[in-house]
């Protein structure tokens, strides 16, 4: 097996691991992107096929290029995003290795050791940029063993083909609930339940990710100068209402019912003992970090976050966590957001290095 040495290894090949890799580059670090996947595109690759982002594409970039506007769409589809994605890799020509699995990060003397299922790696320097789509989060909700149909989550819908005459419960009153649920009852061949925990809240229609990165922006800055928390994205509504969710909920498809007290062999049970039965259930329940490559540094803190001052983690300053949300950064979860963070990042590591 190898062992090889670098300034910086950046652990993931998506779109914050670009981003990083695009500021480090301009900084002439000595560095290398290790991306699980066998192909471009990050998380990407892996979405719904009615998938479409909430911003135009000239807002929705990465640092350094503008993403060229898909023809015929204002918002882009995930297919064009990966393709855009395969670009910009090629046009900064970042050093990236793929398929490569890490497996683990460890403390090694004054460096970082790097473990990967093709050999290891030294570095003074570690980024994170493995984001959340790969550790989809499922409730613990009474019966879910007993449910005799498919049970699925958001990062396994691909389009309502496969749903057709059958009867399915998508649970989550977020983005990608709204979503998959319009996707399947705009279908018109799919019986669709739509549950959430509480009614959905859609924000104003004149609203996109241009606006959600403002606000998400100015909520940092109003919480690092000790002012007040002004609540950011979440005060004004969970569901960004982009045209199919719109066109459903118009036409009167998009109504929520109260989440079910539990689930049954053939379907699920709400609180007044009222039942319904579905052959298959999309959990569009969220995701969390992950952050297992990371366990040996023992770093966790309260709901399996790693504390940070900024994207750099307190107990460890040689490693950086880049995309995870907003407690690595405002909006840094988003192509837009990203790219603000990573050049934080990057400064921070030069300043390590030096």
Sequence with gaps: MSNRRTQVVVIGGGQAGLAAGYHLRRLAIDFVI???????????QHAWDSLR??????????????????????????????EYLRDYERRYELPIQRPVRVLGVHREGGMLRVETDSGAW????????????????????????????????????RSPLAFAGRR??????????????ADLTLDGHVDVTWVAQRPPRYLP???????????????????????SDTGGVASLGDIVAVP???AARDAGRLQARPMFSQLTVGGVRWADGSEAGAEAIFW????????SHLAPLNLRGPRGHIPTDGTRALGEPRLHLLGYGDWTGPASATLIGVGRTAREAAREVTGLLS
């Design 34 to 44: 290790l991306d699980a996947q066998t192909e471009p595109g990050g998380a990407w």
């Design 53 to 82: 982002l909430f911003s135009p594409a000239n807002y929705s970039s990465l640092p350094g290029r503008l993403m060229p506007r898909q023809a015929g769409e204002e918002y882009p589809d995930a297919a064009h995003v990966v």
């Design 122 to 157: 030294h570095a003074r320097a570690v980024i994170s940029a493995t984001g959340t789509w790969w550790r989809p989060f499922l409730p613990a909700v009474p019966g879910r063993r007993d449910f005799g149909g498919r049970q699925l989550h958001t990062v396994e819908y």
């Design 168 to 181: 399915v419960i998508v649970v989550g009153g977020g983005n990608s609930g709204a979503q998959i649920a």
């Design 205 to 227: 229609d004149d609203i996109d990710g241009r606006a959600l990165f403002d606000v998400a922006t100015a909520r940092r800055r109003a919480l690092d100068a000790g002012r």
């Design 244 to 246: 199919p969710v719109r």
């Design 284 to 291: 569009c329940t969220g995701f969390r970090p992950a952050l």
